[in-house]
Every structure is written in structure tokens, then in C-alpha cells.
């Protein structure tokens, strides 16, 4: 199903004036807890502001040469590149089309054709963004329940997008359709129906989703405000015990051993604000995820090796530039980048 909202798709469509004026006061620390971080992240890293003045930024991605990430209560994607002075709308409506009270997108992740695929809030749906400027819905419901409010995503390189539903996203007044906050699975096909895939429900607030760079673990942030941790569960497939399901002929394996492997609960005080939202990995399979105080930097198993600490609620990072090792961040009103010694997925 394809829409057609108003919207900018490039760069140079409707500039606004944010970080054109004197950044505000920015303070921000590496924090090393194991030597194991000098090998990702320089002591002496700088946290630098590119631009502020954002309502709540979020779900930032590379996509052709700068960074998009959405703000998700002003239904907008931004853009900024090197060289710019401010950040530019990409994209408006992003999440609400209707524009009436609904919130916009949230994650964002780009395809293997290069095309910008969003968790839209106010439409309750996973889309894609196609070049002619129309949204093609990949998923809005499962088993005819409404999804809550698409939340963050991962595409696998066969092409599976992993999404998260929690229920922030929702209108005010609305009422949930199902009685879960799951994570699901999906694989879009040209021409096909695209079914969503119920994969895990007994998690309350899933929020940030990644995938290892094998493909076989999969990881969960969890955003509950009174127990904020990080979740891993296996995605090795033996046999038939471990499919989850066939979408569109592609396997999707059935998430087994689901665990705790970080708990940030204890990180949280009026200094360190926010817990586990979104995440990424590197290369080299560390995590990097949003936590109390800024950005969490684990190894795979959830040994905490140090943090990024912006002293803002944060919302999600990626890795962007020409090598993917320099890291951007959200942070509450700031998009941040700071250079690291590790390239991301």
C-alpha cells in the first residue's frame, strides 16, 4: 500500500535555522572502566555538537554521504553533512501523515536498494520511502491486531527487518490491540503480501534492536523504567525445533535462550539520566547502546567497558563517514559524533 504525503527528499529542501546560533553549553566525558576500551576509543575522544535545538532526537542512520535521524514528537527527519551549519528537514510528515496529534518516526534504517525504511508512530506501521516520494507500508498488524507504535529496527543482510513495538509511540487515549509489546519480524518481497512474524512476547517495553555481525545473536534494549538492562537470545538454526517461520521463502529462526546480559538499573542517578534505548554493534561484536549518563560501551557477553557520557537522556547512535568509525548520537535536543577506533556494522 503506498501514500503520498507531502515531503522533502533531499538535503537541500527547507533549511532550518537550528545550531545556526551559538551552541548552547555542552559538557560531555569518555568514562574508561576496562582497559579493553583503548582498543575502541581513544581517553582524549572528543564529543563534538553538530547541531541542537531538537525536540527529541532519535533513530539516526548513514544514508548518501551525512546522517538523518528523526525527531520524533516535531514528525520530522533531519539531515545534516559535513560542512552544514544547521540541520535540514528531509522529511515532513514522517511518522503522522495526517499530521493530527499522532507522533512521527522513530527508527530508521536504509535498505540494501539504498531506500530509508521507518518505524512511522503515528501510522502504527514499518514503511519504506520510495524514491517517487510515496510510503509503501511492509507492515502495520499482525494476525489483524494493529501494531502499538513501531519503535527501532534492524535489517539482516538477507533483507529481514527485526522491529520492536512498545507503546510509546501511541496517540494519547488510544488503546493497545494487543495485549503484549512484541518484537517481530519481517521480510518485505516486490509484489508479495508480507506478513509479520510474532518472534518474542514477553517482554514489557522492548525498545533498541541489533543483530551480531553473524547474524545469530540477537539483542534487545529494554527500557523499563524500573529494572533497564540488555537481553541477548540465539538465533542459531539446527532444525526444524528452531524456525521460527518461512516469510516470503526466507527462514526466520525462532529466538531461543533469551538472557539478561546487562543490567543498567544501577547506573541510574539525577546525574545520569535515561536508560536502555537504542543500540548498535561494531564490527568486532561490542555493543554500543544508549544506557543512564550517555552511551554504554559492552563487549558481547555485557562486561561494561566504559561510557560516552553526555549528560542527557539519550535515545540511539550509529556509525556514519567514509570508514563507519565515527559514532553519532542523540542525545535529547544535541545530534553528537565522536571518533572511534572500531568501525560499525
Not at 500500500?1 to 559538557?27: G, H, I, Q, Y
Not at 514477553?202 to 537481553?231: C, F, H
Not at 546480559?261 to 561484536?285: H, T, W, Y
Not at 560501551?297 to 537522556?313: C, F, V
Request: contains cysteine; glycine residues 12%.
Amino acid at each position: 500500500m503506498k501514500t503520498n504525503p507531502l515531503v522533502c527528499l533531499t538535503f537541500l529542501l527547507s533549511s532550518l535555522a537550528l545550531a545556526a546560533d551559538p551552541l548552547p553549553e555542552f559538557k560531555g566525558s569518555i568514562e574508561k572502566l576496562d582497559p579493553a576500551l583503548d582498543s575502541l576509543l581513544d581517553s582524549d575522544a572528543k564529543i563534538e555538537v553538530l547541531a541542537s535545538g531538537f525536540n527529541w532526537s532519535e533513530g539516526p542512520v548513514w544514508k548518501e554521504g551525512g546522517i538523518v535521524f528523526s525527531d520524533v514528537p516535531e514528525n520530522t527527519v533531519f539531515g545534516w553533512k559535513e560542512g552544514e551549519k544547521a540541520a535540514s528537514v528531509v522529511l515532513k510528515p514522517s511518522g503522522s501523515l495526517s499530521g493530527e496529534g499522532g507522533q512521527g518516526s522513530n527508527g530508521l534504517a536504509v535498505d540494501a536498494n539504498g531506500q530509508l525504511v521507518l518505524c512511522q508512530h503515528g501510522e502504527r506501521r514499518i514503511a519504506r520511502l520510495e524514491k517517487d516520494g510515496t510510503f509503501t507500508s511492509l507492515a502495520d498488524k499482525f494476525e489483524g491486531k494493529r501494531f502499538n507504535s513501531p519503535n527501532d529496527l534492524v535489517i539482516s543482510s538477507k533483507g529481514t527487518i527485526f522491529f520492536t513495538d512498545p507503546p510509546y509511540g501511541l496517540k494519547k487515549g488510544s488503546t493497545p490491540d494487543a495485549p503484549y509489546h512484541g518484537i517481530y519480524a519481517v521480510h518485505p518481497v516486490a509484489g508479495a503480501t508480507t506478513p509479520a512474524m510474532l518472534l518474542i512476547d514477553d517482554i514489557q517495553w522492548p525498545n533498541g534492536i541489533a543483530l551480531s555481525p553473524d547474524e545469530k545473536t540477537l539483542y534487545i534494549a529494554v527500557s523499563d523504567k524500573d529494572n533497564t538492562r540488555i537481553m541477548a537470545y540465539d538465533l542459531g538454526v539446527k532444525g526444524k525445533a528452531d524456525i521460527a517461520g518461512v516469510i516470503n521463502g526466507v527462514i526466520v529462526p525462532k529466538p531461543a535462550n533469551g538472557r539478561e546480559i546487562f543490567n543498567a538499573q544501577k547506573l541510574k542517578s539525577p546525574e545520569r539520566k535515561g536508560g536502555c534505548d537504542g543500540m548498535k554493534v561494531d564490527s568486532l561484536g561490542n555493543l554500543w547502546t544508549t544506557g543512564p549518563g550517555g552511551v554504554l560501551i559492552l563487549d558481547k557477553n555485557g562486561k561494561h567497558l566504559g561510557s560516552i557520557l553526555t549528560g542527557q537522556a539519550t535515545a540511539n547512535c550509529a556509525w556514519g563517514g567514509k570508514d563507519k568509525s565515527t559514532l553519532y548520537i542523540t542525545a535529547d535536543m544535541f545530534l553528537l559524533r565522536v571518533k572511534t577506533k572500531v568501525k560499525g556494522l
